[in-house]
């Protein structure tokens, strides 16, 4: 009897033992995924916004992101995404900055029309 008791706690080792492996596997392979597509998102964030150190603050916060989100850290579409999200929210506040409104030059055209 004794030694059963003992196999069961001895397995039950095993098994909570296989389980922080896998754990630590899929975070190493959700860490790798979201640096696979890290220089896709620094690519995208340096062409809309010409400057390579908010290129390199959107592309830290995203994989960031990554890898807090499951869903977000093995698709790259996600990512590049978030990246366009970063970057739009970027470019708003450099407009508020800079003092200029939201107008577009349509937006100017139709009351020119007017």
């Known amino acids: 009897m ?6 069961r706690i001895h397995s039950h080792g095993m ?3 296989a389980r922080e492996n896998a754990v630590l596997v899929e975070d ?3 860490r790798k995924r979201a640096m696979a597509f890290s220089e896709d998102v620094y690519r995208y964030a340096f062409a809309r916004l010409g400057s390579r150190e908010d290129a390199e603050d959107v592309a ?3 994989v960031q992101a990554a890898l807090e989100d499951r869903a977000l850290s093995g698709n790259r579409l996600l990512m590049l995404r978030n990246a366009r999200n970063r970057v739009i929210d970027r470019l708003r ?3 508020e900055v800079a003092g200029v409104s939201e107008e577009t030059p349509d937006d100017r055209i139709r009351s020119d029309v007017d």
């Open 15 to 17: 098994w909570e033992h």
């Open 28 to 30: 190493a392979t959700r």
């Open 2 to 7: 004794i030694s059963g008791g003992v196999a």
């Open 60 to 62: 830290m916060e995203v």
């Open 93 to 95: 506040k450099r407009r």
